[in-house]
């Protein structure tokens, strides 16, 4: 041990009454905050604005999990091959010693996503990065490999969307809890945990794609890298579609999916889901996705007509909905039937609801609602808005979904019987007319009566 340090802790210990009270002061503010701490943890107010933020912090954690079902179910790979594709079959050892710095030859060629090149390259990449990465990944101009960069492009926008919307959720929550400053100066992620906030450290994994240069020696290198977000993405994906030579069945029918157009489509659609007709005005954090409403796998197009908002929790129903049949759901749901009831034969005898769509709804909604139990979904409202905006055939789904529910029944079969009407398909709103009337609705006793009156 260096001479100077004996020195300095002989020196420590011989004058004791002076360290030992300026170590314990160097101590003090930090051992006081721990205590205000503590204290605010434990105490009245820390427990009641707790539970009284319980519902936000429940959503936010749905979230955090959508997050994390977009990361495992959606493939985030981008299949590029370069020099490197097949360098995994070989191995390659340096042999030279005089002034070795880096290894040119094992670089990065086992890496698909860095290609070794010239100093040039490297440059021109820089000045260029689409066109070269178009060039030297092998990213052929046909639309098959168009169409899996919009598939991939959406499932990061998708990420990238939901992870920034976690963020606004979680200051939004510190907001409103609004606990002392110091708690969110010196304990936030204490403060977040014992809220029940479940912090991940989510984070975009963008692909990154490299062109790099090493000398002959390894003495000197250059790098230039292509981070693939969202820009970049849809850089690349108006460059390909300039180049590709469309067949004629796809030609001119399609758009680029690009955050343009799917932000196009959000505002099309007034920001508002077109399942559950909840908008960014009812909930200013609600996350919206644009949602094929007919799979590209199934052979849909990325046209407008095609293409609908919806919101995060509808469209996770909807990519769920393939797992459970609506039967399944209904008796797992444990929806108690009206017994003894007229309606509920009604009910029973009326669930023919036919086309896809209809079933997606019902799925949607039924899931949705298990998801939701304790918090009961009621679906009437979504009907009455789509009454009140004159969109009968999107009020009837949902009326079907109200009566598959069982809810109110006879308001549901006297409104599906209005809209009916209004879509003039007058004998299903004549027989809905009359459940309506068995289930003891007046206006449609009324109506009926002054139908029978004035025959
Ligand atoms: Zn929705």
């Known amino acids: 041990m260096p001479f100077f340090i004996i020195v300095i802790i002989a020196a420590l210990i011989e004058y004791w009454y002076i360290t030992l009270p300026a170590v314990f ?85 086992g890496a698909t996503n860095v290609h070794n090149c010239s100093l040039q ?28 960069i919009e598939k991939f492009g959406e499932t990061i926008s998708r990420l990238e969307s939901a992870i920034s919307n976690l963020n606004i959720r979680e200051s939004s929550i510190a907001k409103t809890f609004a606990p002392p400053q110091f708690i969110l100066e010196h304990f936030k992620e204490e403060f977040m945990q014992l809220v029940g906030v479940e912090l991940s450290s989510l984070s975009v994994p963008y692909p990154v794609y490299a062109f790099e240069y090493v000398s002959a020696g390894g003495n000197s290198g250059q790098k230039t890298t292509v981070t693939l ?33 799917r932000e196009f489509i959000k505002k099309r659609d007034n920001h508002t889901c077109k399942y559950c007709m909840v908008s960014l005005m009812d909930e200013p954090h609600l996350l919206l996705e644009v949602d094929h409403i007919l799979p590209i796998s199934k052979g849909g197009l990325s046209t407008e007509d095609n293409l609908q908002t919806l919101c995060w929790r509808c469209n996770r129903t909807k990519s769920n909905k393939v797992s459970h049949t609506s039967q399944e759901i209904t008796t797992q749901n444990g929806v108690p039937l009206k017994s003894e009831n007229k309606c509920t034969e009604l009910k029973k005898s009326h669930g023919n609801v ?8 019902k799925d949607i909604a039924h899931t949705t609602q298990i998801k939701q139990s304790d918090k009961k979904r ?35 079969y006297y409104l599906r019987a209005f809209a009916f009407n209004k879509i003039s398909d007058k004998n299903k709103a004549l027989s809905d007319l009359r459940k309506a009337a068995e289930c003891g609705n007046n206006k449609a006793i009324d109506i009926l009566r002054k139908r029978t009156d004035s025959n």
């Open 25 to 109: 002061c160097l101590f003090i503010p930090s051992i006081i905050l721990h205590f205000q701490k503590e204290h605010y943890f434990a105490s009245e107010e820390f427990i009641t604005r707790k539970k009284e933020i319980s519902t936000l912090v429940a959503e936010h954690n749905d979230v955090a999990e959508y997050v994390q079902t977009i990361r495992n179910n959606e493939s985030l790979k981008m299949a590029f091959s370069s020099t490197g594709e097949h360098a995994h079959l070989a191995s390659s050892v340096n042999t030279s010693h005089h002034n070795y710095k880096r290894d040119r030859n094992i670089a990065h060629f």
């Open 121 to 148: 390259i490297v440059r021109n990449a820089s000045q260029n990065p689409i066109k070269y990465l178009i060039k030297y990944f092998g990213i052929n101009t046909i639309e098959e490999t168009l169409a899996d």
């Open 354 to 361: 036919n086309n896809q769509k209809d079933n997606a709804v």
């Open 229 to 261: 977000n969202t820009p970049t993405i849809d850089a690349l994906i108006e460059t390909l579609s300039e180049k590709i030579r469309f067949r004629k069945s796809t030609a001119g029918q399609r758009a680029l999916m690009t955050a343009k157009f």
């Open 378 to 412: 009621d679906f009437l409202p979504f009907a009455k808005k789509h009454l009140k905006l004159k969109e009968y055939n999107e009020a009837i789904l949902w009326l079907n979904t109200t009566i598959e529910n069982h809810e109110d029944l006879a308001n549901a």
